[in-house]
């Protein structure tokens, strides 16, 4: 713990200079480990806030004092966002965030980005996630990580490894991003047009459909699986389509799709594909999710 100090102007600037410069990274950090953009900006502020109260005279690597502060807040909001989804109606899927009109808000690695591998991370408990994060996606030394975690070297090397390695099972070897967007618009294309075949010919035998609605009407409420019934729940939805306009977004590093009725967004969409298909096909009908893609950061507040 640092003693807190008043600061005065000039030492206020500079912490303002310091912060504002590794903020992507503290983003990136909180929203990896909790799959929530809006929790995510919730942890920054948090730390931009103690930050403020320290004696920053005493702390000699500003970035290992905040990387370390937001990585055991976002463990602590982690282990109580895991009792509040616990009553959350139907999957619950991670926010999505737009990575082109800010290419530095994920952070400024592209690792454990993708909103499929999001989904998975949230498997493990948080200080594996976030041990993987601060490792795969921030390149920190194992002992950086052990002193964040409170946890020996030799320790947070078996978490790091295990962890890569059930990441590794569950996504099936991913695609790139140029074949990532053809099999997203030919998905969407066959969709809106109601051409099973079509559709059917992209999916991997093993493909699941998860819609996030929190209830809504018209969100699945239980995933759906195999290539017959994804593609039927995909096209069949002749409600959903028409009146529909499809813009192409990019998300999370990733080509992405909003619905918009009436020019409002009504849903979000995206997919995760490997050699053999499609095997994800991720919905968010939530507002509040398509509310913070579509939002703004906020700014920084005094204390």
Known sequence: MH????PTDSTLDEAVSVFVELRPRLFGIAYRVLGSAVEAEDVVQEVWLRWQRTDRSVVISPVAFLSSTTTRLAINVAQSARVRRETYIG???PEPVDTSADPALGAQR???LELALLLVLQRLNPTERAAYVLREAFDYTYVGIAEMLGLTVVNVRKIVS???GHLTAEQHGTVDAVEHRRLL???VSAARTGNITSLESLLAPDVVSLSDGNG???AARVPVLGRARVANLSTAARRFWPGTEVRFVEANGRGGVLLYRDGLPSAFMTIAASHEGVHRVLWLFAPGKIASFL??????AAA
């Open 216 to 218: 809504i009407r018209g």
């Open 110 to 112: 592209a690792e454990a």
């Open 185 to 187: 618009e030919a998905f």
């Open 91 to 93: 999957p619950w899927l």
């Open 162 to 164: 295990r962890a890569r």
């Open 295 to 300: 939002g703004s950061r906020p700014r920084l």
């Open 3 to 6: 003693p807190e100090t008043p």
